[in-house]
């Protein structure tokens, strides 16, 4: 356990990167290991989750590491040429690594065992069970948690999948276990989500198309067994780790910066329009595109929030940024109203739980009403002065820390050291910006 505190400071002020994108650097490893030829990879997270996407690729027999100059290169093995693996896979705190890994594993002819942490181990597997044993695989479960065992078909049936709930997910679980399955793998969703897995799938040569139907509802469709070329790949700067320095200069009583090299995919920036709702003055420079997906530098400056509804639809688009959404509403003028946030009980933590636990201990006024986390602002400084219990949660942890920079008084968390899985990085980036943390 690594307790931290933050301490109160004026200004947020400078110039920064984030680390790349945790969604595209595990896609970036998973559809290099069955691609043809080297992938080399720029700029890829090092971050926990994404090391042991890597590793649970390496006991599969695919060659990737870092060079000297920190370039990944994953030497693919084509289209169904991942091996039996050598070792139990422990994705550690990884809910992507383990859930897309289980969807392209669901169409080898291969048995292999998933674990992970405690935070890991509490988390729904069901969700990608069901559609990739339609396909043909066998998942045996404990109650629809890890650690698992499943088994991959050698006779794969194409389906189609209408997801019960927004989840990129199980989503890229369905089109990736489609990769190796003849004929057309399809999924429909209600409400769309983050397409990475689609971008990238296309980029390394795949045919997957998207359409919108006549509900409004979106078909996604990948032709099967394609021929997946290696690519040169630049991660992004990931706009869920930018999030904790924007909000944090927004909070400040003097604060400016600028975030080079940022993802603004619209089906990740659903926090960047809250927050312009909210008053805040987001400016894109340089809108350019990498490997598909577009990115901005940001420039953001302190601002005086006021409180709005956050729309259920809006969720899948910010639902990383709730934790840190939170914090910004909590030191906004009048109530947030964040509407449809089931599924954020089940992440890395119950977010809704320890978010709320969180600002009731830092002297704020906040309830939960069905799905929706309401929360009082401050309309200014909120109190501080708590210690919160971040459960193995590195946004939780990430979110209050933003907090004790401008709060009363300081902010402890019980344990910083989740903050490795995502954003290795954060206490140097956030010192070098002005935050104080101990
Ligand atoms: C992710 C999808 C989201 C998100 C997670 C990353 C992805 O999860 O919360 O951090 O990379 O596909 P769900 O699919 O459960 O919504």
Redesign the pocket.
Known sequence: MTVLTSYPVNEINGNIQVPGD??IS?RALIIGAVAAGETTICGLLEGEDVLKTAKALLAMGIDTAPDERGNWHVHGAGIGGLAQPSTVLDLGNA??GA??LMGLLATHDLTAHFTGDASLRKRPMDRVATPLELIGARITSTQGNMPLMISGTEQPIPIHYHMPM?????K?AVLLAGLNTPGVTSVTEERS??N?TELMLSNFGATVNTEELPNGHHLISLIGQPELKAQKINVPGDP?SAAFPLVATLLSPAGKLRIDNVGINPLRSGLFTTLSEMGANINFLNPRSEAGEPVADIEVESARLRGVVVPSERA?TM??EYPILAIAAAFAHGRTCMRGLS?LRI?ESDRLATITKGLVECGVSVNIEGDDLIVNGAGGKIKGGGHVKTHMDHRIAMAFIVAGASAEKPVSIDDGSSIDTSFPNFKDIMSKVGAIIR
């Open positions: 945790k969604s595990h809910g992507t859930r897309l927004p989840s990129a997910q199980v890229s989500t983050r990475h869920s899948p639902i990383d599924e992440k």
